[in-house]
Every structure is written in C-alpha cells, then in structure tokens.
C-alpha cells in the first residue's frame, strides 16, 4: 500500500505563495487519485483539490479557485499544491490523500473515498 508525506508548510503572509509537495512510497502512484484536505483549528476537516490519475481533470473548492493548482508527477510520485495568494483563512493543517480508481478520469471530494493519508503539514497565514 502506498505510503504519503507531505512537505512545504511554513509561516508567510498574506498575498505570499507556497508549494505543497506529497511524495508516495510503497505503490503504483499512477493508479491513485490524489486530494489535498486541509483543517483548521476547532473545524472539520475539508476538500480542497484533486487529481485524477493521469493528471487530466482536476477539481477545486470554491475557496481556493483560482489561487491554488494541483498537479503531479507520476515519474516522480509526486503531487504538488501550488498556493498563491494565500489569505488568513488558509491557515490550517494541509494533508494529502490517495484512493485507487480504476477510470483515469475519476476524481473523489469526499474524504471518506479516501484510504491512505499523510500526516499533514502546517501551513500559517499571517495578515
């Protein structure tokens, strides 16, 4: 089964941009489906993006809509979240996600359909 840790999370202000890295290990990283769910402190944890397979749909919360994008490289096991304009409300604990799917167009936004998680990592948004 695939193991997932994310990298990236810092303390930047509002306005700066960060890049979330998940590195895979232990599976086929081109089979899963990949999110990216945050929580913030005293909330429930929530969707933020996806990745099909292959790379060819992705999906956004509206929150995020055009300042965050996901993609990934399946050469290199690895899924990216690139956060630009971050705002306060951005802060939280960012994990990554990975199920398998069988159709390379598939995404998933609920985490439930997800089996295998990271860690996390902080990221803080000062204003």
């Known amino acids: 089964q695939v193991q997932l840790v994310e990298s990236g999370g810092g303390l930047v202000q509002a306005g700066d941009s960060l890049r979330l890295s998940c590195a895979s290990s232990g599976g086929l990283f081109r089979v899963y489906v990949v999110g990216w769910f945050r929580q913030a402190p005293g909330k429930e944890r929530e969707f933020v993006a996806a990745?099909?397979?292959?790379?060819?749909?992705?999906h956004y919360a509206n929150s995020v809509k055009g300042r965050f994008s996901v993609s990934r490289d399946n050469a290199q096991n690895t899924a990216l979240l690139q956060m630009d304009n971050l705002k306060s409300e951005d802060t939280a604990v960012y994990f990554c996600?990975?199920?398998?799917?069988?159709?390379?167009?598939?995404?998933?936004?609920?985490?439930?359909?997800?089996?295998?998680w990271g860690p996390g990592t902080q990221v803080t948004v000062s204003s």
């Open positions: 990745i099909s397979r292959s790379g060819s749909n992705v």
């Open positions: 996600a990975a199920v398998t799917r069988g159709l390379d167009h598939t995404i998933e936004v609920a985490e439930e359909e997800y089996d295998f």
